[in-house]
C-alpha cells in the first residue's frame, strides 16, 4: 500500500542529515501524532490553550511565562516585536513602522545569521557590534560585553543573543551590561537541544526571553516552536499574535496570559498574526515538551547512539575513507557519524558522495555541515530502522567499495 505522499507523487527521502526544515523536520513519536490527531477533533478558545501552554512552558523552564510559536524564528520576529512596542495597542497597530519608537537590536557581529531576517522584519534596524577576529585565524578576540554597552542608546530596543557552546560574550555577561541600562535579551536557542538543561539555563542566566525550535530536538511538529519569559513580555506577545477579530465585550483571555486591564484597548491583528499556529501544533509541541523533559536522561541518547553504530558497523572498511563517531557533535550532544575523505574516494570528493547519495532512489540527504573539510556527517535524529543500513549499502556502493 503506498503510503500517503507515494499517493500525491511526492517521494519520501531518508534523512541522515537532522531535523531542518528544508527536509521536512523529524519523526514524530506516535504519542505526539496521536496527540495532535486528538487535538483535531475539537475546538477550543485559542487563547485559554495558549494560556495553559504557558503554564506547562513555565513550569518546565522556569520562565515566568511561555508561548507556543511556529518556530524559533517567529519567536525570534514576536519576541522584537514585543520588546518595540510593550504594551502599547498604538504602536502595535503602527508596526512594522517603528518611528518614535526603540527601533535598533544590537547583535555581536560574530552572531549574525539568515534567521536574522525575523528580527529586521519588525521593522528595527540590526546594529553589528565586535570583530569576529577569532574565526579569521588573525586574532583571538570577539565581541567583548563593553562593546554592547558601548552601543546601547535611547533608540535600543533589545540585545540579540545566539546561543552556541562556544558563543562570546558570555551571555551573562550580556544580561549585566543589558540589564544595568533596562535593555532586554532575546536569546535564539533554536538549535541548543540537547542537553535538557539548556531548557531552563538560558532563563536562568538571566535572559528576558529564550526561542526554541519545537520541531528540532524536542520531536514536535515540525511547525511549532517555544517561546518563555518575562510575563509582560509573553503578554505583548500574545497581542500581536492571537487573532482580534473578536467584538470587546467577547474579549476576555485568561488574565494569567493578557491582562487587559492595563490597556486602552484591543489592537489589531499584529505583526505576527502571519505566524499563526494552530491548536494541533500546540498541543502536539506541549506532548512532545513533556516527553522531551521527563525522560529518563539517557533513553534518546542510545537510540540516537545505536542508530549510528549500526551505520557505521553496516557500511565495513571503505577503502580511502575513515568511518568514525562523533559523541560530541556540535552544537548538541547528539552523536554523529562521520566519513572522511582525505583524497576523492572512486573520484568522488565529499560533496560528490552527498550529490548521489542524493540523486540516488529513494534520495539520501547526509549532513553537508563539513564538507569542504572532506568530510560528509551522518546524523541520527530523522532515521528510522533499516534505514542506517540502507544509507550504508549506498555509500558501498558509491564508494565502489
Ligand atoms: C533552526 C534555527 C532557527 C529557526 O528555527 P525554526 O524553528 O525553524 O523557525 C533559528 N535560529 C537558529 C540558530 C537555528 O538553528
Known amino acids: 500500500m503506498p503510503n500517503i505522499y507515494e499517493r500525491i507523487g511526492v517521494r519520501p527521502i531518508i534523512n541522515a542529515s537532522g531535523p531542518s526544515t528544508r527536509l521536512s523536520g523529524g519523526i514524530l513519536d506516535p504519542e505526539v501524532a496521536d496527540a495532535m490527531h486528538e487535538a483535531s477533533q475539537y475546538c477550543v478558545d485559542i487563547a485559554e490553550l495558549q494560556a495553559r501552554a504557558s503554564e506547562v512552558i513555565a513550569e518546565i523552564t522556569g520562565a515566568e511565562a511561555g508561548y507556543v510559536t511556529s518556530g524559533a524564528a517567529a519567536g525570534l520576529l514576536l519576541g522584537t516585536a514585543a520588546c518595540v512596542t510593550g504594551p502599547d495597542p498604538g504602536r502595535m497597530n503602527r508596526l512594522p513602522d517603528t518611528e518614535g519608537m526603540k527601533n535598533e537590536v544590537i547583535i555581536s557581529r560574530s552572531q549574525r545569521n539568515f534567521y536574522?531576517?525575523?528580527?529586521?522584519?519588525?521593522?528595527?534596524?540590526?546594529?553589528?557590534?565586535?570583530?569576529?577576529?577569532?574565526?579569521?585565524?588573525?586574532?583571538?578576540?570577539?565581541?567583548?560585553?563593553?562593546?554592547?554597552?558601548?552601543?546601547?542608546?535611547?533608540?535600543?530596543?533589545?540585545?540579540?543573543?545566539?546561543?552556541?557552546?562556544?558563543?562570546?560574550?558570555?551571555?551573562?555577561?550580556?544580561?549585566?551590561?543589558?540589564?544595568?541600562?533596562?535593555?532586554?535579551?532575546?536569546?535564539?536557542?533554536?538549535?541548543?537541544?540537547?542537553?535538557?538543561?539548556?531548557l531552563q539555563a538560558y532563563i536562568s542566566m538571566g535572559a528576558d526571553l529564550v526561542a526554541f525550535s519545537g520541531g528540532k530536538a524536542i520531536g514536535g511538529p515540525q511547525g511549532s516552536g517555544i517561546l518563555c519569559g518575562r510575563r509582560d513580555l509573553i503578554m505583548c506577545v500574545a497581542l500581536q499574535h492571537l487573532d482580534m477579530d473578536v467584538l470587546k465585550p467577547q474579549w476576555n483571555p485568561p488574565v494569567t496570559l493578557i491582562d487587559k486591564s492595563i490597556l486602552p484597548g484591543a489592537p489589531h491583528h499584529g505583526i505576527g498574526r502571519p505566524c499563526k499556529v494552530g491548536k494541533e501544533q500546540i498541543v502536539g509541541l506541549l506532548t512532545a515538551l513533556e516527553r522531551f523533559a521527563g525522560e529518563h536522561l539517557d533513553t534518546r541518547a542510545a537510540a540516537w547512539r545505536d542508530r549510528i553504530d549500526e551505520l557505521v558497523a553496516a557500511a565495513g572498511d571503505i577503502p580511502g575513507c575513515r568511518f568514525t563517531i562523533d559523541t560530541d557533535s556540535r552544537p548538541s550532544e547528539v552523536p554523529m557519524a562521520v566519513l572522511k575523505l582525505d583524497e576523492p574516494v572512486a573520484g568522488k570528493t565529499a560533496l560528490d558522495v552527498v550529490l548521489a547519495l542524493q540523486g540516488g532512489d529513494p534520495p539520501i540527504q547526509a549532513n553537508t555541515g563539513r564538507v569542504s573539510e572532506g568530510i560528509v556527517l551522518f546524523g541520527p535524529v530523522c532515521l528510522k530502522a533499516g534505514e542506517p543500513e540502507r544509507v550504508a549499502q549506498r555509500l558501498r556502493e558509491i564508494l565502489d567499495a
Open 116 to 198: 536574522d531576517h525575523a528580527i529586521r522584519s519588525v521593522g528595527v534596524k540590526l546594529v553589528e557590534v565586535g570583530i569576529a577576529d577569532r574565526y579569521s585565524g588573525a586574532g583571538v578576540r570577539d565581541t567583548e560585553a563593553w562593546e554592547i554597552a558601548d552601543a546601547i542608546t535611547e533608540c535600543t530596543a533589545a540585545v540579540c543573543y545566539v546561543a552556541n557552546p562556544r558563543a562570546l560574550p558570555p551571555l551573562e555577561e550580556v544580561v549585566e551590561v543589558a540589564h544595568a541600562r533596562g535593555v532586554p535579551v532575546i536569546v535564539d536557542a533554536a538549535g541548543q537541544l540537547p542537553p535538557r538543561s539548556n
